[in-house]
């Protein structure tokens, strides 16, 4: 489903957070993407922060989509933005934090039968 949604080609850099019993079936699904593993509460999300904000991603890249509706993520997508980096926010319509919402460049939302896309709110 996000792969026929995003058209996510050969030269984008995905990156997955996920937990340790999620690597197992993470690797095989993604091949080629980069695999950050947390442990805990919220592991695989702040694993993912740490990307955001220890790699210089606003000086490497002018656009990141966020496949996560977690309301962890607004103050890193904020700051994303203050750096004139495009954010797409992808979501479960039912799962997206307002704030999220709000801070992200544009939004793309899934419902059990349809996809939408949203703006800048």
């Given at each position: 489903m996000l792969d026929a949604t995003l058209s996510i080609g050969e030269r984008e850099?995905?990156?997955v957070?996920?937990?340790k019993a999620g690597a197992i079936n993470t690797g095989p699904v993604w091949s080629s993407a980069r695999i950050v593993v947390g442990s805990g509460a919220d592991g695989a999300d702040h694993?993912?922060?740490d990307v955001l904000s220890d790699e210089n991603i606003?000086?490497?890249f002018d656009e990141v989509i966020l496949v996560s509706g977690d309301g962890i993520f607004t103050d890193a997508?904020?700051?994303l933005g203050s750096h004139d980096v495009k954010v797409t926010v992808v979501?479960?319509?039912s799962q997206l934090a307002k704030r999220?919402?709000?801070a992200a460049s544009h939004t793309v939302t899934f419902t059990p039968h349809r996809i939408?896309?949203?703006g800048a709110a």
């Amino acid at each position: 489903m996000l792969d026929a949604t995003l058209s996510i080609g050969e030269r984008e850099q995905v990156i997955v957070g996920v937990d340790k019993a999620g690597a197992i079936n993470t690797g095989p699904v993604w091949s080629s993407a980069r695999i950050v593993v947390g442990s805990g509460a919220d592991g695989a999300d702040h694993a993912l922060l740490d990307v955001l904000s220890d790699e210089n991603i606003a000086g490497r890249f002018d656009e990141v989509i966020l496949v996560s509706g977690d309301g962890i993520f607004t103050d890193a997508v904020a700051a994303l933005g203050s750096h004139d980096v495009k954010v797409t926010v992808v979501a479960h319509q039912s799962q997206l934090a307002k704030r999220l919402q709000m801070a992200a460049s544009h939004t793309v939302t899934f419902t059990p039968h349809r996809i939408h896309t949203e703006g800048a709110a």
